[in-house]
């Protein structure tokens, strides 16, 4: 079955589910759930009732939509997101992006767990993503044109837009909670990069490092979304941190992060949602 078939039928499913239009989708990274929580009115939507959508097997990946509002503002928070590394191909990672499109929200809150690879950065820290490498090779575009939608050969001069980056820096700011900013490199994982890796990717002008996020960007640019990252660093990369890296202390870091990163996504979402009134 084509992409675009699939696609119309998940949106055939989620259409009438909507009762309320969400201009802002944010999608909450490894232990970063806590915002959904705060939402009022909440509709759920299993991830696994949606028709042709891919199942989460990470564990602290929900898999599930809240669509509710925030303040009163309408979101939709996508909670738990699927990775190249679980064995999906990068259609089915990208996919809930092709419906976003066809739901017609124009604005994409990612936000992501990542590796430090600069080594100014600390555990804790939150970095706006300005650009990013795909250190993967692997491209979610690639295929027949009659499998595609949107355009073949998207520009990716500004993949993060950047008046997104500069109300969440001008939020940071006001909160004296000031994001850094940096390049995002995205590998495939599962393993956690080796040291050299790592001292590879940071003389190519990397930042931070994660296995997720990259993809989704190339396809929301390519479906014209525009896109606000924000990665928080959970730890030091090999050849940095001291200890072995694990997926506990990635969680545990972002676990301790949530709150303080709810009041800064919770200002961001009432300053974007003001852009086009």
Not at 59 to 74: A, Q
Not at 204 to 212: E, N, P, R
Request: glycine letters at 8%; a neutral charge.
């Amino acid at each position: 079955m084509l992409l675009k078939d699939k696609v119309k039928e998940s949106l055939t499913f989620l259409k009438p589910r909507f009762t309320i239009s969400p201009r802002i989708a944010l999608v909450l990274g490894s232990g970063m759930g806590r915002i959904a929580d705060s939402l009022e009115n909440p509709c759920i939507i299993p991830t696994s009732d949606i028709p042709h959508y891919p199942v989460s097997t990470v564990p602290g990946h929900w898999g599930r939509w809240i669509i509710g509002t925030l303040g009163n503002i309408p979101l939709l928070c996508i909670q738990g997101r699927v990775h190249y590394y679980e064995g999906y191909s990068l259609s089915s990672v990208t996919y809930y992006v092709h419906l976003l499109a066809g739901l017609r929200i124009p604005y994409l809150i990612l936000t992501t767990a990542s590796g430090g690879l600069n080594p100014d950065f600390r555990p804790g820290d939150l970095m706006l993503i300005s650009d990013m490498i795909n250190f993967t090779f692997h491209n979610p575009l690639v295929g027949k044109p009659d499998n595609l939608l949107g355009v073949r050969f998207p520009d990716m001069s500004s993949p993060f837009d950047p008046r997104l980056m500069d109300i969440a820096d001008r939020v940071g700011e006001k909160f004296h909670q000031p994001f850094r900013k940096g390049v995002f490199c995205w590998v495939t994982g599962p393993n956690y990069e080796t040291a050299a890796e790592v001292r590879a990717l940071r003389l190519i002008g990397g930042d931070a490092v994660s296995m997720s996020t990259a993809p989704e960007v190339i396809v929301a640019r390519q479906r014209h979304l525009s896109v606000l990252g924000i990665s928080l660093i959970t730890n030091l990369a090999t050849g940095l941190a001291k200890n072995e890296l694990s997926h506990t202390e990635v969680t545990q870091t972002a676990d301790a992060a949530g709150k303080r990163l709810q009041g800064l996504l919770s200002e961001i979402i009432a300053q974007i949602a003001m852009l086009d009134e």
